[in-house]
């Protein structure tokens, strides 16, 4: 999980939460809420993670590197106007994730 990973990273780095927190503008509390998961930065906050630590945003999200994905992509799905859609969609089966697709489909058509 990304909490996982930004511990590991910081313990990799010889930081303290409070040192992290700090270079990226946030409480250590917050910080310290996204390495225990309760807690997801937000878009920017992840690109400063990422700069801090020299790592992608792929690693960052996933723990993989991709070579095909980019920043917009992430920035879409991360924010929280289209997060709610895409977090259901991870769990649901695949008959209505491919029902989805036609509605949009759908919807897309329409002028």
């Given amino acids: 999980m990304l909490g996982d990973r930004l511990r590991s990273l910081r313990e990799k780095h010889n930081l303290t939460q409070e ?35 020299n790592v992608s945003l792929d690693f960052l999200l996933t723990g993989k590197e991709f070579d095909n994905s980019n920043e917009d992509m992430w920035k879409e799905l991360l924010d929280p106007k289209t997060e709610l ?9 695949d008959d209505k994730i491919e029902e989805l697709i036609q509605f949009w489909e759908f919807i897309k058509s329409k002028k």
Avoid: M, V
Avoid at 19 to 36: D, L, N, P, V
């Fill in 19 to 53: 040192q992290i927190a700090k270079k990226i503008g946030i409480s250590r509390g917050t910080y310290a809420h996204y390495e225990i998961n309760k807690l997801r930065p937000d878009y920017e906050t992840l690109i400063k993670i990422t700069d801090i630590f």
């Fill in 85 to 93: 859609f895409f977090k259901d969609l991870k769990d649901a089966p």
